[in-house]
T-cell receptor, first 113, second 115 residues
Framework: GENVEQHPSTLSVQEGDSAVIKCTYS??????FPWYKQELGKRPQLIID?????GEKKDQRIAVTLNKTAKHFSLHITETQPEDSAVYFC????????????FGGGTRLMVKP | EPEVTQTPSHQVTQMGQEVILRCVPI?????FYWYRQILGQKVEFLVS????????KSEIFDDQFSVERPDGSNFTLKIRSTKLEDSAMYFC?????????????FGPGTRLTVL
């Protein structure tokens, strides 16, 4: 089955700096890669996703890049703000096989004001 | 905006007891999922459900677990005989159609505490 590794497990940045979180996956059949933000005690919320036919996607301060050959994808947050502090999870799925998500271990991002 | 809802928000039970966790997916969604998250750990897939039957299940989803869509709106997860290690947050998720838009919408979760 799919295995997703995520690094780092914790990340502390100053407000205004950029944050980068990296994930690798094992199953070459995976073709959908969402990123979720989870605040303490809350549900995971989708912040951005990318499909395997795209190398990069950007939405305001958030961008995701995908390297299918190397089987890794990354989340980039620019101009971080204290409200970006949360746990971020990457995930991978195969939309041709039920779309169940395999999550990475999570990154606790702390943005210091 | 439509949301996935789950009840109860917190369930406390004794080891060996049966629990039923309830979810109401978004009304026009066709695919349903249960995930669990042990405190401080990652979210793990349990089971997916489509067209009134299980489509995929993980190794975690053993004979103690079952799912049902009893009335066309609710989607339930039953744990027959709870164990201490079943203590976790259980999330339900749904998706309208796999292919064009693959976003899974998560419910707020049910925190299950097994004593």
């Amino acid at each position: 089955g799919e295995n997703v590794e995520q690094h780092p497990s914790t990340l502390s940045v100053q407000e205004g700096d950029s944050a980068v979180i990296k994930c690798t996956y094992s199953d070459s059949a995976s073709n959908y890669f969402p990123w979720y933000k989870q605040e303490l005690g809350k549900r995971p919320q989708l912040i951005i996703d990318i499909r395997s036919n795209v190398g990069e996607k950007k939405d305001q301060r958030i961008a995701v890049t995908l390297n299918k050959t190397a089987k890794h994808f990354s989340l980039h947050i620019t101009e971080t703000q204290p409200e970006d502090s949360a746990v971020y999870f990457c995930a991978a799925s195969n939309t041709n096989a039920g779309n169940m998500l395999t999550f990475g271990g999570g990154t606790r991002l702390m943005v210091k004001p | 905006e439509p949301e996935v809802t789950q009840t109860p928000s917190h369930q406390v039970t004794q080891m060996g007891q049966e629990v039923i966790l309830r979810c109401v997916p978004i009304s026009n969604h066709l695919y349903f999922y249960w995930y669990r998250q042990i405190l401080g750990q990652k979210v793990e897939f349990l089971v997916s459900f489509y067209n009134n039957e299980i489509s995929e299940k993980s190794e975690i989803f053993d004979d103690q677990f079952s799912v049902e869509r009893p009335d066309g709106s609710n989607f339930t997860l039953k744990i027959r005989s709870t164990k201490l290690e079943d203590s976790a947050m259980y999330f339900c998720a749904s998706i309208s159609f796999i292919g064009i838009n693959n976003e899974q919408f998560f419910g707020p979760g049910t925190r299950l505490t097994v004593l």
